[in-house]
């Protein structure tokens, strides 16, 4: 019994028991909820957000944030574009998309870890610094032309199942996000500089490159997150990816991840994931416009940030409590 309410009181059955409600509703909104194709285009939407998700989840966990990733992920569709218009071929354009997403992320780690500024005030920065030298190369023109095989990336699916190939990718990689962060010392390392910096630093880790790693980490993932955009839309624009920042935080957020570090788990930011697709899909056949899905994502990230705070209020003095209770040594 003792493991069962243990259990129950996870922020992640919870999310379980939100994403299964979310179900519910869906099917009652409209019929066509449910069907497999509507599963693999609320899947296959959510994608790039979902792996821009998994380097912010362990830049959190540390206490740092990156809000710069939606013009880190329109510069690299921006990259790609000039290269397929002056006539390299797919390959070479993805290749360019990854080191431009890496440099600009590289840019980022140096300035917060090294500069010693807040990661929040840099990326608000470089946010309007990279959309605006996406702007300024490829102005209000969009490319496409990018042949059938690298669309199937964004909106294909595996033979006879609604999985989308974007899904699979994702999946890949939330695997060994999963596995570094929870599974080897490396993420221990990220807990405890989330936790107390001073002391991790005093303990021989090296924390200035782990945060420079860690960016990197993100714009390279943001660069990906390009590649499966472009394919889903068929076209690269300046003005991709606007705005994306805001359901990733909301889903690292709502996933558990203590927004200023030190605890979280990749599972819960999954489900968190999850029940952002579905919800956004939901609204969406239910005749919602794309602004009034963005109003609800923003509604449940300052929800679920009230929660959390309150929690914390809560938390603090029973553990202030706990140890004034706790016994001591003996006193003659």
């Known amino acids: 019994m ?48 979902a792996i821009v998700a998994l380097p912010m989840t362990l830049i959190i966990v540390t ?30 354009a993805i290749f360019s998309g990854i080191l431009v997403g890496m440099l600009a992320g590289f840019v980022n780690g140096i300035i917060v ?23 300024i190369i490829l102005q209000e023109r969009g490319v496409s032309g990018f042949p059938e095989w690298y669309q199937n990336i964004g909106f294909g699916t595996i033979d006879g199942t609604p999985i989308p190939w974007s899904s699979i990718i994702f999946v890949l990689f939330f695997t060994g996000f999963a596995v570094f962060l929870h599974r080897t010392h490396w993420g221990r390392a990220l807990y405890a500089i989330g936790n107390n910096r001073e002391a991790t630093r005093f303990s021989g880790i090296n924390v200035k490159r782990t945060i420079l790693c860690l960016f990197v980490a993100s714009g390279a993932m943001s660069s990906l997150a390009a590649i499966v ?10 003005d991709t990816a606007i705005g994306l920042e805001l359901p990733v935080i909301t889903a690292v957020v709502l996933g558990g991840v203590n927004i ?34 963005q109003i609800v994502t923003g509604a449940v990230l300052i929800v679920t940030l009230i929660v959390f705070g309150a929690a914390e209020i809560i938390r603090k003095p029973r553990a202030t409590l706990w140890r004034a209770r706790a016994p001591g040594p003996a006193r003659d």
């Open 113 to 135: 870890a090294y500069g010693a500024l807040p990661s929040l005030v840099v990326t608000i920065g470089t946010l309007a610094l990279y959309r605006g030298v996406a702007q």
């Open 260 to 293: 200023f570090g030190g605890s979280g788990t990749m599972a819960g930011v999954l489900i968190a994931l999850l029940v952002l697709a579905f919800v956004q899909n939901a609204l969406g056949l239910a005749g919602v416009t794309p602004e009034g899905q």
């Open 63 to 92: 206490g740092e944030i990156d809000i710069s990733v939606g013009s880190i992920v329109g510069l690299c569709a921006t990259s790609m574009a000039v290269c397929l218009e002056h006539g390299l071929p797919v390959a070479g």
């Open 229 to 238: 955009l472009t394919a889903y839309l068929a076209s690269a624009r300046s």
């Open 2 to 49: 003792d493991w069962l309410r243990g259990s129950l009181a996870r922020w992640e059955v919870f999310l379980l028991f939100v994403l299964v409600a979310t179900f519910a509703c869906g099917a009652q909104v409209s019929q066509y909820f449910l069907r497999s194709s509507n599963i693999s285009i609320a899947l296959a939407g959510m994608t790039p957000a």
